[in-house]
């Protein structure tokens, strides 16, 4: 029969229209919403999200102002950088590109970020603010899943879902939320036993662990709702996520693709958090 395709691509396309809309609304008030992007180095995987992200911001009217520096640019020179960006009204969300070079300490360039201009949601600010569900912005990738299940009719009241990978970008977050929709959570890692097990139980599971097709159909029960947060390039160059799409799609209700599920997803938040942290900025 064959999984449902959770298709991000189209559902992420459907916000940005409302979006639009409402930055066209936003600038009729004198409020032009800002994104500045930083990023150090020549990490070519990471210069196609800066583009991505620029593209994604002209196309619904945010301003994007991008900052390129050199691989060599020092913490202390990074972090003034982003106290000016606090300082600068113009700018209404600061996204630092990870991974930095490794002689700065991307943590502490991250706290420097004003918690109103976290539009990552890295802050532990705003992270807090998840743990205890009262929240302004939410971590961009468990936000596209949370509209990805939402605008597809899934009902998570009292459902059992199971999250592989505790990382504080995804791991962590999709749970609080998932548990804020009332579903029961269980978080897996490197050090779960019977991972296999604890997967099959799952009405909903979230899959973020870096490997490619980790999950195959035997960790899956039938009827379940698999998303793929993974995003791995093969040797011959193609990309995949985490699970085995081929194998877990004939045995799942409904599965996101990769590419096409969760990222597109994940950059319409980041858009989102943008034009609220304007609007915020005008209380």
């Known amino acids: 029969m064959g999984a449902i395709i959770l298709n991000g691509k189209e559902i ?26 930083v990023l150090v180095g020549n990490d070519p995987a990471s210069r196609i999200y800066v583009n ?25 020179e990074l972090i003034q950088l982003v106290e000016t960006l606090n300082k600068d009204n113009s700018v209404h969300g600061i996204l630092v590109q990870l991974p930095l070079p490794k002689h700065i300490d991307a943590e ?31 971590p961009c990738t468990p ?28 791991g962590k977050p999709i749970a609080m939320l998932l548990l804020h929709s009332n579903a029961t959570v269980t978080i897996c890692h490197s050090k779960t036993r019977n991972l296999k097990e604890i ?4 009405d909903v599971l979230v899959v973020a662990v ?35 799409f081929d194998s877990v799609s004939e045995k799942a209700s409904y599965i996101t693709p990769v590419p ?7 950059i319409t938040m980041l858009l989102k958090n943008t034009i609220m942290s304007a609007e915020l900025s005008r209380q």
């Not at 093969?234 to 995949?240: A, P, Q, R, V, Y």
């Open 108 to 138: 502490n360039v991250l706290l420097r970020i004003s918690p109103d201009k976290d539009v990552d949601s890295f802050h532990p600010f705003n992270m807090g603010r998840v743990m205890i569900g009262d929240y302004y912005f939410l």
């Open 199 to 202: 997967c099959r139980r799952a």
């Open 260 to 266: 096409g599920g969760v990222g597109p997803m994940t």
């Open 210 to 244: 870096g490997k490619p097709k980790f999950i195959n159909a035997d960790y899956v029960k039938d009827g379940a709702v698999v998303i793929d947060v993974g995003i791995n390039r093969l040797e011959d160059g193609k990309i995949c996520g985490d699970v085995d």
């Open 12 to 37: 992420s396309q459907e916000i940005r229209k409302d979006l639009k809309a409402k930055v066209d609304e936003l600038k009729q008030n004198g409020l032009h919403p800002g994104l500045a992007v």
């Open 143 to 170: 936000a596209g899943i949370m509209e990805l299940l939402i605008r597809s009719g899934i009902n998570l009241v009292g459902k059992e879902c199971v999250v592989v990978g505790r990382s504080n970008i995804v």
């Open 52 to 76: 991505n992200k620029k593209k994604a911001c002209e196309e619904i009217g945010i301003r994007s102002f991008e900052y390129i520096l050199p691989e060599k640019t020092t913490e202390e």
